[in-house]
């Protein structure tokens, strides 16, 4: 034990065994004084020319210190200095034993009582003065020496040997005794002191254990109140089971029901099939494994309820204690009418399908119309240059119709497979070419784009493609055209169209190009927010990079062209 811990708790017992002795120095004390008066009031009264009388009387020098020391009891301003007060006083006595002592004499009347006053004065120093043992040590001998001292000076030793032989045996006996008896008293105390000092450290770990306790019941009570509060707020229907599959609680949402439907209202401590006895294996199977898992479980029903069909969802939650599974909260929400939003919804979303798919089907089947009436007014009319013309509209109507037809066999009617789209395309032009001597290799990436960038990405490849095939190969020469869709970024694409046939005339300029095919291309890509890039070398090489995102719209007007 360290020092200062062990000097504290030292005093923390002396202050223990002092206070804890006042009642019964108090009782001592006043005792005595009585005692000390009546004899007095004795010996005045009916023995007042007795030779001894004047001894006793002198004895009553202690007297005023036994009236202090249980005036300092009393007085609690004074209960600060007690131990000091004591030590004082006790200081007094032994120097009241050598006044009283040298100022005897062994030839008078009377002398024999003083031994004897000095032994109670002895037995009252360990009896009445709850001091420390050291303390009572050095009092208790300077009594002794100083009763040694009178009893030489007074010559008693000279006198009368065998006397203060025995007179000190006596005195020496006593104190002795007194010490004994005194750490004997110390010692019980300080296990009494230890004892109790531990009682109540543990009682006040108690108190304070009872005080956590408390707060927690009612921070536990506070939190059922509020768990109990909340889950009857929730319009949902609930209702919690332990182990055994009994209830332990039915909020009110569920309560008002079991009343409209005539289940017992009061469940708890039942079990769940005795309430429900239709109720589904799966929803019991479904608790139980919970209960071994841990895990919550989410699940969909339809059973009848009175007149009405419910489509319900059914979560059970776990509710864990100690890292274990103890309760299963089971949330049963009505979703009936969200499942016939839900169907509703679905019917319209079903129904808005097949019109968009009806609606391209249509549309097809008129652009198909429109290019059978240019084909019939070429019947009538052998101008080359109107034939001319009709065929290049007719492939721009192509591949339009290309692409509402690809949106009426699609399973998404907002998305095209671009490189279907594509390949389509270049087959339909290539069979509009057949007596060309013309190959066309092909390289698409997969991806899917808007029908806001697939018709213009379709113009595009129709206008360079049959641009090729009428001006690259002059005098039905062979050659090869490639077509390459490729990937750049997450979002950016690449088209290349290139052949190698004579390519295009030195001054060729896409920007300041006048016919309609390029005025055609430049808008389209403008349209697309993207660039095109023109090289010559060994032939003509087109590409054109844009993003796969909706296209911005551009106003123009056919006046542009002149």
Known sequence: MPDKLKRNLNKEFLDYYLSSSLPSMKVGLIFTCILFFFFAFVNLTFFPDFPSQKYFMRFGIVAPFMVFSIVVIYLKPLRKNLHLAFVLINLLITAGIFLVGIASSPTQPGYEYFYAWVMLVIIGLHTFFRLEFRILICIGSLQLLFYILATIINGTFKNDPYLYTNNLFFVVSMTSLGFFMTYILQRLNWKNFLHQKAISESYNKLLEEMK?????EEALSRSEEQYHTTLNSIPDWIYVVDEKFKFVMLNSSLKEEHDRQGFPVNCVGKKLKEIYPLISKTTLEEIDFVFRNGVIVISEQKFNLGDKTIYGEFRKVPIFKDNRVVQVMTILRDRSKAREVEELKLRNAEQKEIMLREIHHRVKNNLAIVISLLSLQLRNNADPELHRIIKDIEMRIRSMALIHEHLYRSENLDRIPLADYLHSLTNIILATFSGHKIKIVTD????????????????????????????????????????HLNQLGERQFQLIIQDNGVGLPGDFSFNTQQSLGVFIVRLLVEQLDGK??????????????????????????????P
């Open 212 to 216: 956590d306790r408390k707060l927690a």
């Open 444 to 483: 698409f990436v997969s991806t899917d784009v808007s029908l806001e960038t697939a018709l213009p990405l379709g113009l595009i490849t129709n206008e360079l493609l049959t641009n090729a095939f009428k001006y690259a190969f002059p005098g039905n020469q062979p050659g090869e055209i490639q077509v």
């Open 532 to 561: 095109i890039e023109v090289d010559t070398k060994n032939g003509s090489k087109f590409t054109i990079t844009f993003q796969n995102t909706t296209p911005k719209k551009i106003e123009y007007s056919l006046s542009q062209f």
